[in-house]
């Protein structure tokens, strides 16, 4: 089993920054990607932003040029800087990582961190 624990949501104010890490603990074998998701209230969740093995990264077309992801191999850390946050970047933010023991993929996912931007 992997667990994931989020950290580095809060309130900022639009224009502001703020980063979110996740660390992944437990049986870990191979993680093939980490990735942002977010889900604002009465919508459905996005991907925000992906960094898959091989140094790979894909984002939303709504935070490209304004959301960085990184990912420290050697802690199993992933983290999401987010610059120029804007009032529609209110949500919670979840962690998901895909791993494998060798076959297939299991997809574990962090409780959520909440990031609200105000006006």
């Known amino acids: 089993q992997v667990q994931l624990v989020e950290t580095g949501g809060g309130l900022v104010q639009a224009g502001g920054s703020l980063r979110l890490s996740c660390a992944a603990s437990?049986?870990?074998?191979?993680?093939?990607?980490m990735n942002w998701h977010r889900q604002a209230p009465g919508k459905q969740r996005e991907l925000v932003a992906g960094?898959?093995?091989?140094?790979?990264?894909t984002y939303a077309d709504s935070v490209k040029g304004r959301f960085t992801i990184s990912r420290d191999n050697a802690k199993n850390t992933v983290y999401l800087q987010m610059n120029s946050l804007k009032p529609e970047d209110t949500a919670v933010y979840y962690c998901?990582?895909?791993?494998?023991?060798?076959?297939?993929?299991?997809?574990?996912w962090g409780q959520g961190t909440q990031v609200t931007v105000s006006s």
């Open positions: 998901n990582v895909v791993h494998t023991y060798g076959v297939g993929y299991t997809n574990y």
């Open positions: 437990g049986t870990i074998f191979k993680i093939y990607a």
């Open positions: 960094s898959a093995s091989g140094g790979i990264t």
